[in-house]
């Protein structure tokens, strides 16, 4: 196996194993509010430090980005965390969350783990080594049009300036689709788009952290990732949509009028 990818596996489990002994206790823990509808809880902090102690003993030298403590300079080899993502979704003990890790090598993904501990699935990519569930090979879905098609999206919930584009762009995937869902994990949509379980995915105004491991993944899945204009701008601007590359320009066909 991959060093590093072994490194991000044991990382993501021991975060894992934190989180869900924690879930049946949600109601005793401490939480702080980052921002309008953005939560941190003391479990997100704990299993951030237990990440970063694993990939630090392993890789000293190696930078880091993490949701709650930031940038940790280091070398061209850079970790991208997100201990829990969805955490109102943990708070509230509502079961979809995940551990997210990602390693950039000079901007460019190289290995990724998105980890559910309550399902304990464990989804893992090495770019140019494909992509796997459990140790299980995974392909995105080969729906090739929105009719009959299931989409994921995240709502916004912090940033509401292009609600009004988002709420056009969901009402037109609503009459166009089998259903669209938003169970409020990007990491997780993205896994999913990965494994087939969902044809396509689009969001706006998502972080690093919550989409790293997720756009290499679905990458080594046979899928694409692009922002909202069809580019490939979409860790700057945290505008993503995904899916095969037939559900890719059917999704920008119906994105790009309300991008005007």
Same mark, same amino acid.
């Given at each position: 196996m991959?060093?590093?990818?072994?490194?991000?596996?044991?990382?993501?489990?021991k975060?894992?194993?934190? @989180?869900?002994?924690? !879930?049946d206790?949600?109601d005793?823990l401490k @939480?702080?509010?980052?921002?309008?509808?953005d939560? !941190?809880?003391?479990?997100?902090?704990?299993?951030?430090l237990?990440?970063?102690?694993v990939i630090?003993?392993?890789?000293?030298?190696?930078?880091?980005l993490?949701?709650?403590?930031g940038?940790?300079?280091?070398?061209d080899?850079?970790w991208i965390i997100?201990?829990?993502?969805g955490?109102?979704?943990?708070i509230h003990?509502?079961?979809?969350?995940?551990?997210s890790?990602a390693?950039?090598?000079?901007?460019?993904l190289?290995?990724?783990?998105?980890y559910d501990?309550m399902?304990?699935?464990?989804f893992?990519?090495t770019r140019?080594?494909?992509?796997?569930?459990?140790?299980?090979?995974?392909r995105?879905? $080969?729906?090739?049009s929105?009719? $009959?098609?299931?989409?994921?999206?995240?709502?916004p919930?912090k +940033?509401f300036?292009?609600? +009004?584009r988002?709420?056009?762009?969901?009402?037109?995937?609503?009459?166009?689709?089998?259903?669209?869902?938003?169970p &409020?994990s990007a990491?997780?949509?993205l896994?999913?788009?990965?494994?087939?379980r969902l044809?396509g995915?689009w969001?706006?105004?998502l972080?690093p952290?919550?989409?790293?491991?997720?756009?290499?993944?679905?990458?080594?899945a046979? &899928?694409?990732?692009? +922002?909202?204009?069809? &580019?490939h +701008?979409?860790m $700057?601007?945290?505008?993503i949509?995904?899916g095969?590359?037939k559900?890719?320009? $059917?999704?920008?066909q119906t994105?790009?009028p309300?991008m005007?």
């Amino acid at each position: 196996m991959n060093p590093t990818l072994n490194i991000a596996i044991r990382a993501a489990r021991k975060a894992g194993d934190t @989180i869900s002994r924690a !879930v049946d206790r949600t109601d005793r823990l401490k @939480i702080t509010v980052k921002d309008q509808n953005d939560f !941190v809880s003391e479990i997100d902090k704990k299993a951030e430090l237990q990440i970063i102690d694993v990939i630090k003993r392993a890789y000293p030298d190696h930078a880091i980005l993490a949701e709650e403590s930031g940038n940790h300079s280091g070398d061209d080899y850079l970790w991208i965390i997100d201990p829990l993502d969805g955490t109102t979704n943990f708070i509230h003990g509502f079961p979809q969350f995940a551990v997210s890790i990602a390693l950039q090598y000079k901007g460019r993904l190289e290995v990724a783990v998105i980890y559910d501990p309550m399902r304990q699935e464990l989804f893992t990519a090495t770019r140019g080594g494909g992509a796997q569930m459990n140790d299980r090979r995974i392909r995105v879905s $080969g729906h090739r049009s929105l009719s $009959g098609s299931l989409l994921g999206t995240g709502f916004p919930y912090k +940033d509401f300036s292009r609600l +009004d584009r988002y709420l056009g762009m969901l009402k037109s995937f609503v009459t166009q689709t089998s259903g669209v869902r938003r169970p &409020g994990s990007a990491a997780l949509d993205l896994a999913y788009v990965a494994a087939g379980r969902l044809d396509g995915f689009w969001e706006m105004g998502l972080k690093p952290w919550d989409i790293a491991a997720g756009v290499l993944i679905v990458q080594e899945a046979g &899928g694409l990732i692009t +922002d909202l204009h069809g &580019g490939h +701008d979409f860790m $700057g601007t945290g505008d993503i949509v995904a899916g095969n590359s037939k559900m890719i320009k $059917g999704m920008l066909q119906t994105i790009h009028p309300h991008m005007k």
